[in-house]
């Protein structure tokens, strides 16, 4: 082992006061009907992916624990959002834009009273820099804000009637029913308030179970979510999935389901629900998003977004780089200056100053990245990086793995973490038939500045992919932009504004345009007779 793992994880005394975790966090409460119930029976561990060292040992940190809670429970919670939703005539589903939006408000406020204590748990449960767990936060309280912006202007748009071949309309957008949200642990806050905010604000009543790790920072917002919306309106479970979820879809009442995860995980959970045809989804699911690096391509940038694209987080984010395909006029260079990149890149703990790689969450997952990397060494690649592939305990360092062929698993398997596989390449079909054939279909990321030939992978990739990358890495954001992918990728839609559309249905009273009819109208109108039918324009 180098001195540099030797020196990643700190002693207790070395954690800085503010960080500090002291005492063990036992969580017992959780959501339903408006009611913070507490929990009395088994309670799951929640093991950081911190280590302490103790003299010549190490000691992973326990930092406290969450309830196990049973079917019993999840649907309690069910019942409870049933009823809220109430087929469409419980409060929360009738009530005005106007007055959704202010509950949403009122809980962004009580949101960021808390910003410091899930900051702080974002960087123990899971590992993330202090500087990406406050851009986390902030980001999605950011996107609340764009989300009610959003939402103001759909409904100014609504607020007309339309006249179309001697019919006039009134068309607005109305809830599905029941949404069941589960977020990814690696964007544990951001990713899982993506959804379940845009189902929340257009009418849907929710059960939200958090991520499988990432799950202590929700408790600081429990009486946020208790206080801000009516009862029934948001739940909150925890436990095993296999337990709790599975009983929630096998029920048939969930109308939505929004879930980020593996493909496999969704495909297993939608099964269970017993009228398919009247599910929703919306999902956000495995990628394997490929760089393409042209003979021509700008050498320092191109490094420089493979990097950030491979390595931010430790390449634990779906939209990540996870495999490279360099041409071979170039690929030797290439790999000089992306290993000279890697040097520069600190290891160390989430609070530490400038760190950029940090320990991994997941349990096994070091034991997973070193079979990987075996296996491709079987197939005649090796690990061409100083440290490369070595580990202690949670933490794996960043492992280029070269040159890497159709043969070896990391060719194919998502790898969710820091293993770079390179893939030389003569002539650009060869980089085309990966993205053809993969199972995946999120992005793609093209480095070169021959314009003909850009546009020729361009074109063979719009049919493939929900998004394709010039001179630039992978990634989500801006979050006006629409987010998804094809194949076993995603399955939806998802910006600020695609959100509120997917967890919404279009609906619209119409009527012949006679004398009497308008007349009708206009009195439902004029005298708000109606809570749909209404051209009110929020400011």
């Given at each position: 082992?180098?001195?540099?793992?030797?020196?990643?994880?700190?002693?207790?005394?070395?954690?800085?006061?503010?960080?500090?975790?002291?005492?063990?966090?036992?969580?017992?409460?959780?959501?339903?009907?408006?009611?913070?119930?507490?929990?009395?029976?088994?309670?799951?561990?929640?093991?950081?992916?911190?280590?302490?060292?103790?003299?010549?040992?190490?000691?992973?940190?326990?930092?406290?624990?969450?309830?196990?809670?049973?079917?019993?429970?999840?649907?309690?919670?069910?019942?409870?959002?049933?009823?809220?939703?109430?087929?469409?005539?419980?409060?929360?589903?009738?009530?005005?834009?106007?007055?959704?939006?202010?509950?949403?408000?009122?809980?962004?406020?009580?949101?960021?009273?808390?910003?410091?204590?899930?900051?702080?748990?974002?960087?123990?449960?899971?590992?993330?820099?202090?500087?990406?767990?406050?851009?986390?936060?902030?980001?999605?309280?950011?996107?609340?804000?764009?989300?009610?912006?959003?939402?103001?202007?759909?409904?100014?748009?609504?607020?007309?009637?339309?006249?179309?071949?001697?019919?006039?309309?009134?068309?607005?957008?109305v809830p599905f029913g029941v949404a069941l949200c589960m977020g990814p642990y690696n964007y544990p806050l951001n990713e899982t308030f993506t959804t379940l905010f845009p189902a929340l604000i257009m009418g849907n009543t929710v059960v939200f179970k958090p991520a499988k790790y990432g799950v202590l920072l929700i408790k600081p917002l429990l009486e946020a979510f208790r206080d801000s919306f009516p009862a029934g309106v948001i739940n909150i479970i925890y436990g095993k999935g296999r337990e709790t979820v599975g009983a929630l879809m096998e029920s048939g009442k969930i109308d939505v389901f929004a879930f980020i995860g593996t493909n496999r995980g969704a495909n297993d959970l939608k099964k269970l629900h017993p009228k398919p045809h009247r599910l929703k989804s919306i999902l956000g699911l495995d990628a394997k998003n490929p760089a393409i690096v042209l003979p021509d391509a700008d050498l320092d940038n191109a490094v420089a977004e493979c990097i950030t694209g491979s390595l931010s987080f430790n390449g634990q984010r779906c939209t990540a780089l996870k495999i490279l395909y360099v041409h071979k006029d170039i690929v030797k260079p290439f790999i000089e200056k992306f290993k000279a990149e890697i040097k520069k890149l600190k290891p160390g703990m989430p609070w530490d100053a400038g760190v950029g790689l940090t320990p991994l969450p997941e349990p096994g997952k070091v034991e997973f990245l070193r079979d990987l990397v075996e296996d491709a060494k079987k197939y005649g690649a090796e690990v061409v990086n100083e440290n490369g592939g070595e580990y202690l305990n949670s933490f794996y360092y960043p492992a280029v793995v070269y040159?890497?062929?159709?043969?070896?698993?990391?060719?194919?398997?998502?790898?969710?973490?820091?293993?770079?596989?390179?893939?030389?390449?003569?002539?650009?079909?060869?980089?085309?038939?990966?993205?053809?054939?993969?199972?995946?279909?999120?992005?793609?990321?093209?480095?070169?500045?021959?314009?003909?030939?850009?546009?020729?992978?361009?074109?063979?990739?719009?049919?493939?992919?929900?998004?394709?990358?010039?001179?630039?890495?992978?990634?989500?954001?801006?979050?006006?932009?629409?987010?998804?992918?094809?194949?076993?990728?995603?399955?939806?839609?998802?910006?600020?504004?695609?959100?509120?559309?997917?967890?919404?249905?279009?609906?619209?009273?119409a009527t012949k345009t006679t004398e009497n009819n308008k007349q009708i109208m206009t009195s439902i109108i004029r005298n708000r007779e109606s809570a749909f039918l209404s051209t009110d324009y929020i400011l």
């Open positions: 082992m180098s001195q540099t793992l030797a020196n990643v994880f700190p002693t207790e005394s070395n954690i800085p006061e503010q960080f500090r975790i002291s005492q063990s966090i036992e969580q017992r409460e959780y959501l339903i009907n408006g009611e913070l119930k507490i929990w009395t029976g088994s309670q799951n561990p929640v093991l950081s992916p911190v280590f302490v060292k103790e003299g010549d040992a190490y000691k992973q940190k326990i930092i406290g624990s969450t309830p196990l809670l049973t079917s019993k429970e999840s649907l309690e919670a069910l019942d409870a959002a049933v009823k809220a939703y109430d087929m469409g005539h419980g409060l929360w589903p009738t009530l005005s834009v106007t007055s959704r939006i202010e509950h949403v408000e009122k809980f962004l406020t009580a949101m960021k009273a808390k910003r410091a204590e899930v900051v702080k748990l974002l960087m123990w449960e899971i590992g993330k820099t202090l500087k990406d767990s406050e851009k986390e936060f902030d980001r999605t309280c950011d996107y609340l804000v764009d989300t009610i912006k959003a939402l103001k202007d759909l409904d100014r748009n609504s607020a007309k009637l339309v006249e179309e071949q001697g019919f006039m309309a009134q068309i607005r957008r040159p890497v062929n159709d043969k070896m698993k990391l060719y194919y398997e998502e790898q969710f973490g820091p293993v770079i596989p390179i893939v030389p390449f003569d002539n650009d079909d060869e980089a085309i038939r990966y993205v053809v054939n993969s199972n995946f279909g999120q992005q793609v990321s093209i480095f070169g500045t021959d314009s003909k030939r850009v546009a020729r992978l361009m074109d063979a990739f719009v049919n493939q992919v929900g998004r394709i990358n010039l001179n630039t890495q992978s990634q989500r954001g801006p979050d006006t932009f629409p987010f998804n992918g094809r194949k076993d990728s995603a399955e939806g839609t998802l910006s600020v504004a695609d959100a509120l559309r997917v967890f919404s249905i279009r609906t619209l009273v």
